[in-house]
């Protein structure tokens, strides 16, 4: 077999559709633009419409097929609203990204309710809202990948984990449930496990003197991570090649989380 088909019936996305939330900032838009290249069709939501232009418009510019929908996903209507949305762009999605998230960690005796649901909301509701609007139909066609976009402090307490660390381990227990739920119809669901990565989300953290230099030195790189390092990762798990792969956290994390 010619390299070139092997290639592609291994890795291309083409004649899919993508959702991908957070999708318009940090590793969310490094994840749009890999999926738009390997030929899927791709939804981005987030809120702010003067950056999901901005980034649809550098899809289109590079030939990809991209849309984009406004919307609140700390609100449980929002999420249904961004959901047809998404479908009246390109059609029901073989992909659904859940990158969107809020990063509001106050010391623990601080941490009250209002930042415990808010967090909830954003980092666990919403993808679980739309996994189950989404897998059921998936699976219904025999084909889905689901990817839910994690973190560090799913696994270890650094940095006031708080509810963050709590909504993000919670979320890759829902991994699991849904890669038990649909697998065996064709649906993988795993997690991306980033290790640092310098974005809006972290903005706070960037901004204390010597922390980028010492996550840095945690890694076995030597350095933190960027968005476009998340790019082959969701490539594979999106595709038809890691179709036996799910319930799976995978670290991209420059060997953060070994050292």
């Given at each position: 077999?010619?390299?070139?088909a092997y290639l592609k019936e291994l890795f291309s996305?083409?004649?899919?559709?993508?959702?991908?939330?957070?999708?318009?900032?940090?590793?969310?838009?490094?994840?749009?633009?890999?999926?738009?290249?390997?030929?899927?069709?791709?939804?981005?939501?987030?809120?702010?419409?003067?950056?999901?232009?901005?980034?649809?418009?550098?899809?289109?510019?590079?030939g990809g097929r991209a849309a984009w929908v406004s919307?609140?996903?700390?609100?449980?209507?929002?999420?249904?609203?961004?959901?047809?949305?998404?479908?009246?762009?390109?059609?029901?999605?073989?992909?659904?990204?859940?990158?969107?998230?809020?990063?509001?960690?106050?010391?623990?005796?601080?941490?009250?309710?209002?930042?415990?649901?808010?967090?909830?909301?954003?980092?666990?509701?919403?993808?679980?809202?739309?996994?189950?609007?989404?897998?059921?139909?998936?699976?219904?066609?025999?084909?889905?990948?689901?990817?839910?976009?994690?973190?560090?402090?799913?696994?270890?307490?650094?940095?006031?984990?708080?509810?963050?660390?709590?909504?993000?381990?919670?979320?890759?227990?829902?991994?699991?449930?849904?890669?038990?739920?649909?697998?065996?119809?064709?649906?993988?669901?795993?997690?991306?496990?980033?290790?640092?990565?310098?974005?809006?989300?972290?903005?706070?953290?960037?901004?204390?003197?010597?922390?980028?230099?010492?996550?840095?030195?945690?890694?076995?790189?030597?350095?933190?991570?960027?968005?476009?390092?998340?790019?082959?990762?969701?490539?594979?798990?999106?595709?038809?090649?890691?179709?036996?792969?799910?319930?799976?956290a995978l670290f991209v994390d420059g060997g953060f989380?070994?050292?």
């Open positions: 077999m010619e390299s070139h996305l083409e004649g899919l559709v993508a959702v991908v939330t957070g999708g318009s900032s940090g590793i969310g838009r490094g994840i749009a633009g890999a999926l738009a290249r390997a030929g899927a069709s791709v939804v981005v939501v987030a809120r702010g419409e003067a950056a999901l232009a901005d980034t649809v418009g550098a899809l289109t510019d590079e919307a609140d996903l700390g609100d449980r209507d929002g999420v249904r609203a961004a959901a047809e949305g998404a479908v009246a762009a390109f059609g029901e999605p073989d992909i659904l990204v859940n990158c969107a998230g809020i990063n509001l960690r106050p010391p623990m005796d601080e941490l009250g309710e209002e930042v415990w649901d808010t967090t909830m909301a954003v980092n666990l509701t919403a993808p679980f809202l739309l996994g189950q609007r989404f897998g059921p139909g998936m699976a219904e066609r025999g084909y889905g990948r689901i990817i839910h976009i994690t973190s560090q402090q799913a696994h270890r307490a650094f940095v006031r984990s708080g509810a963050y660390g709590v909504s993000k381990g919670a979320l890759e227990s829902l991994a699991r449930s849904q890669a038990e739920a649909w697998s065996s119809s064709g649906v993988t669901c795993n997690t991306l496990v980033p290790g640092f990565v310098p974005t809006p989300l972290n903005a706070r953290l960037c901004a204390e003197p010597g922390r980028l230099e010492e996550l840095a030195a945690r890694t076995l790189t030597g350095r933190n991570g960027l968005p476009e390092d998340f790019a082959g990762a969701a490539v594979f798990l999106a595709g038809r090649g890691s179709s036996y792969v799910t319930g799976q989380s070994v050292h």
